[in-house]
């Protein structure tokens, strides 16, 4: 079959797999198909690199995967990292006093370690873990006083936080750090800070550019407002169905949802001509 958008981007979570965890047969039917094709595949994610590595072997992915956001881009195979970014100290101390001022706990990511101040028993970040798995190092005390003492070099902080308060907090942060940091969301339950040059529409771009495909032969795939930058960077941006209003807004085409196969069914519509 003859290969129309050269490159496809894909979100993992609520993008790729569905609600349960899982990937479905026709979306792991399709990726296959379309690579064998000679089209190029990537998952780009809010996750942390030592998360999505093992979801994008045991997928049978080549080639580079996307990590916190942008921040971090590495080869699947090897898991040499090629691109790695973060925050100073200074920095992520600031945003975790701003946090914590509000009244909200926090999750700092530094060196493939998740380091929280979330107590064991705390039904999010329990969750959390299941989904990542990854578990999280428990500090005492303040974040901001903890990041500062350790000169912790971050690459992303995270509130974990009801569906209730998340556009509360989404929006105090937006209107304290937006022209400085990267202030988005991946779930419902999730806002996350991290740098303002680290995205993914950057991290688009990066891809295109690595494998010299020409932007406007790009299809981006997500469902959440850490999505956006790269929907509205990609040739062909795609909101599945059960992608947030803002993002459906954006997008150029909207598929089923993400539990009726959303990415198999946009494969199949740009990925072969």
């Known amino acids: 079959m003859k290969i129309n958008y050269r490159l496809i981007v894909s979100d993992f979570d609520g993008t790729l797999i569905n609600d ?14 379309y690579v064998a094709a000679g089209g190029i595949f990537a998952i780009c994610t809010g996750r942390m690199l030592s998360s999505i590595l093992p979801q994008a072997r045991a997928l049978g992915l080549k080639g580079l995967v996307i990590a916190y956001q942008g921040t971090v881009i590495a080869d699947i195979e090897t898991g040499k990292i090629i691109k790695q970014g973060g925050m100073n100290y200074n920095d992520v101390a600031e945003i975790c006093n701003s946090i914590e001022e ?3 706990g926090l999750n700092v990511y530094c060196d493939e370690k998740i380091y929280t101040d979330y107590p064991d028993d705390n039904i999010y970040l329990k969750r959390y873990e299941e989904i990542i798995g990854v578990k999280a190092v428990h500090i005492d005390g303040k974040m901001s006083e903890y990041v500062a003492k350790n000169k912790m070099f971050c690459q992303k902080v995270l509130t974990i936080i009801s569906e209730s308060e998340r556009n509360k907090l989404y929006s105090e942060l937006c209107k304290i750090y937006s022209e400085r940091f990267d202030v988005t969301c991946s779930a419902k339950v999730l806002v996350e800070v991290s740098p303002i040059g680290d995205n993914k529409g950057e991290a688009l771009k990066f891809l295109a550019q690595h494998y010299n495909v020409p932007i406007e032969k790009t299809v981006a795939v997500g469902d959440n407002l850490n999505d956006l930058s790269m929907i509205k960077v990609a040739g062909m941006g795609c909101a599945v169905g059960n992608a947030e209003k803002q993002l459906k807004e954006a997008a150029d085409f909207i598929s089923v949802s993400n ?9 199949k519509k740009f990925g072969f001509a």
């Open 20 to 33: 349960n965890q899982q990937v479905l047969p026709q979306v792991k039917a399709a990726i296959d198909e």
């Open 259 to 267: 539990n009726d196969g959303a990415l198999a069914q946009i494969i």
């Open 102 to 104: 509000l009244g909200y």
